[in-house]
């Protein structure tokens, strides 16, 4: 009997891992479709963003989740300016020619240039520690020239000013700008009257003095733009929502032959999003559990202020919003933002992972401006932000690659919301 027992017991344990395995498997499907080539980057360039909308769209419809409009459509559509970079973008320094994304990132709010020969002029702005020196370095800029900075970092250390803040002073100017480390880009809704070419300094050839440049880039004023929001009624308790966010965009493109994939931010919360809503059809709750994947948040939140702005129901019946951005890999745990100021929840989230033990550790990190639980936050909507504590440094770059995700404890994680969805839905 009891040798029976503890194959049954066994058999139990095969069951539960191949179930993980197969939840993992498909986020990992989720997550390698929206970073892959034919949503570029998710981002203003080639429809990349209306692509992945369309994307979550089909899958909300598969899975049953209810849309909030009556025409039935997902979609909440809104308008935003952006600047972008659909067409070429070439930068060669003497005779090397550089690779984008990998050796150099261009400024987001940079104009258009194109130029076969530019001759830069090398100016050192080490010196600068005060106004003075500052104003003394500043004379040596005319208009319509060409320039390579070199130590730009005084210029933000004693003069807290950006390298591009200060290029807005001289039109259509070319500033190359070496970089030491990993480079970071990023969406812009302006644009400057300079081009900013920020070069990794390892592959810089030796004395530049000359480069040859195109950069296309064309500023959208009103660029269309939509978020995908659905839900699952709730069976006792309607009225009152549970929602779960995550901006599904990402940097889109830099020129026909650079994509920034963001694996990692955000095609992980989106797909940890869509696994939520494929989970609660099979599993009503109480309350009722919405979905909001948000566009626009590389440029400043855009798409989840909107909402706030817009809310399809009253934003006083949200229970509580629980944002994802960056989910790939809580190797080492999970944050949870808005700790201090969501106690209860994060206590209960607590207790859950002490006696399941879904993930490692759970750290708590006061409010954050850097994702869509702000929105909410700033709108009086009780708000977490919860992201992966990873063992990669790949953000804001072309690396950010799904292959490169551990999707570690990513399956805890879920279970972790769906047990706290499931007790706040019991009035916890
Ligand atoms: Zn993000």
Redesign the pocket.
Known sequence: MRRYLLLFVLFLAACSQNTIAQEKRWLKQQITRLSSNSFHGRGYVNKGGEKAAAFIQKHFRELGVLPFDTDSTYLQKYFMAVNTFPGNMYLRLNKKELTPGADYLVDAGSTPYHTEKIKLKTVDLKKVKDSASWAKVKRQFKPHRGYLLKNSDTVSKYMKLSIRSFANEFLENVFIVPKHGKLTWIVRQDTIPATILYVEDTVMPKRVTKAAITIDSKFEPNFKNFNVLGYIPGTEKPDSFIVFTA?YDHLGRMGRHTIFPGAH??ASGTALVLYLAKYFTEHPQKYSVAFMLFSG??AGLIGSKHYAKSPVFPLEQIRFVVNL??TGDATNGITVVNADTRKKEFSLLNRINLAKAYVPRLNERTQTRN?DHYSFSEAGVPAIFIYGNGTKPYYHDVFDVAKELSLENIDGLSRLLVDFTRELSNGK
């Open positions: 901006h931010d955000n948040e590389e951005d960056m994702s």
